[in-house]
């Protein structure tokens, strides 16, 4: 199980890295300030999604399908479904 929950971990942030590179893109192509800015200034990016939405809203939705992969990987690695040694965690002092 250890193996699929890292086989769906990697499937999910390549689809998370893919997609943050195209949403990169979409703001340096407006032009090299909103650029630095979504890369640097915390909270730019989220505000230049919100505010240029036609452009980003297929770039930001299809990354959302990430989530259900790291939810899954997150559920199998911190509960017992993980396989033998994951209950051993559990009973150290």
Same mark, same amino acid.
Not at 10 to 23: D, H, K, N, R, S
Not at 40 to 68: E, H, I
């Given at each position: 199980? +250890? ?12 689809? !998370?890295?893919? @997609?943050?590179?195209? !949403? ?12 630095l800015?979504?890369l640097?200034? /915390?909270?730019?990016?989220? @505000? @230049? ?7 980003c809203?297929?770039p930001?939705?299809?990354?959302? !399908?990430?989530? /259900? ?6 559920y ?8 033998? +040694? ?5 009973? !150290? /002092?």
């Amino acid at each position: 199980m +250890g193996t699929i929950a890292l086989v769906c971990f990697v499937i999910g942030f390549i689809i !998370l890295v893919f @997609y943050g590179i195209q !949403l990169i893109i979409i703001a340096f192509r407006e032009s090299t300030a909103w650029g630095l800015i979504y890369l640097f200034v /915390p909270f730019g990016s989220l @505000y @230049y999604v919100v505010t240029r939405w036609q452009k980003c809203k297929s770039p930001f939705l299809k990354s959302l !399908l990430a989530l /259900p992969f790291i939810f899954f990987t997150f559920y199998v690695v911190t509960t017992g479904a993980g396989g033998p +040694g994951y209950e051993m965690i559990d009973t !150290l /002092p």
